[in-house]
């Protein structure tokens, strides 16, 4: 944030706010007339978002606190005219965060309007500066757009060539069989061109498809689909999703059964796995009563690749929003490592770029403090025609280099297969 941040009058954020249902718009993605809106969906739910009623850019370790405070005073003093009052009505924030608290391009937005669906309703929400007098009309929905396929793209090699990523794994193995770290994750990149400017809806649109139990999200030009939940808040149930610790996908059944059969048993996975568990039980015992941790992990199976998985759920013991929970949360050992400043350390010194906003929380928070936060995986930052795609491997005693490199090609298949016709 600013070093004083503006308050709610300063930016015109006493809101006037009216939510309304509506018929089932049917697909949301095609809807979203602004290639600059926002995305949240999940098996065809959610919501997308267009237009800006208020823009937030907060920065440093305080960004996720700053952010909240900020956002509290503003839905408090909004008028808000809400009669579903569902998960994701009335008022909604979306936000992406880096994952380094000193890298730059957190952004967090109040959109004018939102279309959401959930458990069989529909919704649209209008959001207007008090100064506009009359509570703000929702407006019709507009047709369904024709999302533009992506022309050829090109790669163009990496921030850290790969030999060099390779060496920096083999450092980390040795940090971890010093004992200096017990994990660490790291990442590399893939940049592309494709010559036109890229819509992330339309690239959106095909992860949704294919991805469909994935989380689908689209903030500030970083589109992707997760199937890491960080933290979902309803009411005073709070979830959470581990996943590390990876395998291919089999060529038929039986070789698919035997690829999540040597996972679920591979001690390199479980030392992987184990830690990104422990860091999240150990924040949300602190934050949860009756907190429930599955026992064992279990195979999250995805179109090409399956995980470790282990899923988490409790009730609050105080009112902390989804924002703020997702802030305690972050960075687990899932996408950072431990002991966290250790790892936190070695990745500035051995990944050779800025992760930006791949690998920290991106989702959406409404104004009582419900909402859905994931892990920015499987991603790409877009920049007109150019876009960077991101991946990551924990590295634990047992890695081997050449493993985790294709471990993060495997991963980048994801994104690369919205690219393609």
């Known amino acids: 944030m600013t070093a004083q941040p503006p308050t709610p009058a300063a930016l015109g954020a006493r809101l006037l706010v009216r939510t309304v249902e509506v018929p089932d718009p049917g697909q949301l993605l095609p809807r979203l007339p602004d290639p600059a809106g926002c995305v949240w969906i999940r098996h065809g739910e959610g919501l997308i978002a267009w237009g800006e009623a208020l823009r937030?850019?907060?920065?440093?370790?305080?960004?996720?606190?700053?952010?909240?405070?900020?956002?509290?005073?503003?839905?408090?003093?909004?008028?808000?005219?809400d009669p579903l009052r569902l998960p994701g009505t009335g008022p909604v924030a979306f936000a992406?965060?880096?994952?380094?608290?000193?890298?730059?391009?957190?952004?967090?937005?109040?959109?004018?309007?939102?279309?959401?669906?959930?458990?069989?309703?529909?919704w649209v929400t209008t959001i207007a500066d008090a100064g506009a007098g009359a509570a703000p009309v929702p407006p019709a929905?507009?047709?369904?757009?024709?999302?533009?396929?992506?022309?050829?793209?090109?790669?163009?090699g990496s921030s850290l060539p790969e030999l060099r990523w390779l060496e920096a794994v083999a450092t980390a193995v040795r940090a971890v069989s010093a004992g200096e770290l017990t994990k660490v994750v790291l990442a590399r990149d893939v940049l592309v061109w494709a010559g036109d400017a890229l819509d992330p809806r339309a690239l959106a649109l095909r992860l949704a498809e294919r991805f469909a139990g994935c989380y689908t999200f689209v903030c500030e030009g970083l589109v992707g689909a997760t199937p890491e939940l960080l933290v979902r808040r309803t009411g005073d149930v709070v979830e959470s999703l581990v996943l590390a610790g990876s395998a291919r996908r089999g060529?038929?059944?039986?070789?698919?059964?035997?690829?999540?059969?040597?996972?679920?048993?591979s001690d390199k996975d479980r030392a992987e796995h184990e830690p990104a568990v422990e860091s999240v039980r150990e924040v949300?015992?602190?934050?949860?009563?009756?907190?429930?941790?599955d026992a064992q992990p279990w195979l999250l199976r995805l179109d090409n690749v399956q995980h470790l998985a282990t899923a988490a759920r409790g009730r609050a013991r105080a009112s902390q929003s989804a924002l703020e929970l997702a802030g305690r949360l972050h960075p687990s050992a899932a996408v950072c490592g431990l002991p966290r400043d250790a790892a936190m350390a070695s990745i500035r010194r051995l990944e050779g770029?800025?992760?930006?906003?791949?690998?920290?929380?991106?989702?959406w928070?409404?104004?009582?403090?419900?909402g859905e936060f994931g892990i920015a995986l499987r991603c790409a930052q877009l920049d007109g025609d150019r876009a960077r795609l991101f991946a990551g491997a924990g590295i634990v005693a047992g890695s081997l280099p050449e493993a985790e490199l294709e471990e993060t090609r495997l991963k980048l298949l994801a994104m690369q297969s919205a690219f393609r016709d």
Do not use: H, K, W
């Not at 907060?58 to 008028?79: C, I, K, M, Y």
């Not at 060529?251 to 048993?265: C, E, K, Y």
């Open 365 to 370: 928070v409404d104004a009582r403090g419900d």
């Open 251 to 265: 060529a038929d059944p039986v070789d698919d059964a035997r690829a999540g059969a040597q996972l679920l048993a």
């Open 141 to 156: 929905l507009g047709p369904v757009q024709a999302l533009p396929a992506p022309g050829r793209v090109r790669y163009a």
């Open 96 to 122: 992406s965060f880096t994952f380094d608290p000193g890298s730059a391009g957190s952004v967090a937005l109040v959109p004018r309007t939102i279309l959401g669906r959930r458990a069989g309703r529909a």
């Open 56 to 81: 937030l850019a907060p920065s440093g370790e305080r960004r996720f606190d700053d952010t909240s405070a900020l956002l509290r005073s503003v839905f408090e003093t909004a008028q808000i005219d």
């Open 284 to 293: 949300l015992s602190e934050l949860c009563e009756q907190l429930e941790v």
């Open 353 to 363: 770029m800025d992760r930006g906003r791949y690998s920290g929380p991106v989702g």
